[in-house]
């Protein structure tokens, strides 16, 4: 059974065919493409779709299509007898531990590595987790172990997972807020950390990238929880710098949810990040808070104070 063509779940299909030469090879209509697409093979090819059943002997698998659940071909396949859903992609997580099971780990790691795999690979296509979670409540079978193709299983309490899916896609973010910044000189730098002090002392936690060099999924996973978002950048050739561009052009496709944003940054003469980002933000159908905060040159203490009542002003709209 072919849940998924991707090579990190399929990569081995030509030496299962070549050690299983009598298999029946089972995939999802979409499935038919990928697999043709990675792999040279000259077999035939079942094409199961949602609510299709096979008997294995003791036990019998339905099939559910989850369409762009991260790929047009994912499936997902439940075992009548034992509960079990083999949900592949959705409720994975990127971990490779020698424990099996959530439950045999701090299960607060776990989700939160369930949150980065969330942001990355899943947010694009929240509305179509809120229509899969109906799909899979509507069908009224237990439940009792889900089984992600990465990663830990969910082995006791499954609905935490589901319910933490249906969370996130219909787009609840904590009271909390997270700062992405780029800077040459150190300015930008200044002014993240003082608007970043200001949203703390007014309760609202916050976590402060810079873009250059924190890890992507980390930042991602931040987009998807805080409800505010600021994004600063230094002037560079009238525009914002490369790792803020690349950044929020990974987040724009990551389609996320409405978020309460604005922008800062220093420049020298014309300026042109702040706007920039702030037409991006725009774009991202974000609640973008204008015209944002900007300091020609290394910014003065006066100017400080008012990065720190920035924060505070923000910290008002949650
Ligand atoms: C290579 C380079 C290109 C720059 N291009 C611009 C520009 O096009 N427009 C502008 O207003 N400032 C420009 N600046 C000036 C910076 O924006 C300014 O030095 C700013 O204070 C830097 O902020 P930072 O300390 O956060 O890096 C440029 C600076 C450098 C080093």
Redesign the pocket.
Known sequence: IVNHAELDHAGAFKEVLRIAPNAEIICSDRGRDSLKGHFDFDRELTIVKTGDELNIGKRNLVFIEARMLHWPDNMMTYIKEDHILFSNDPFGQHLATSQRFVDELDEKFVMDHAARYYAQIVMPYSQLVLKKLEEVKSLNVPIDMICPAHGLIWRKNPEKILSAYERWAKGEAEDRAVIYF??????????AREIAKGLTDSGVPVTVYNTRTSEWSLMARDLLLSKIVLVG???????MMPSVAGILAFFKSLRPPPKIASAF?????????VRDIISTLKEMKFNVIEPGLQF???PREDQLRECYEFGKQIAQKI
């Open positions: 780029d800077t040459m000189w150190g300015s930008t730098d200044l002014m950048s230094a002037t560079l050739n009238m525009t940054g220093s420049f020298g003469w014309g300026g042109g990040a020609k040159w290394v």
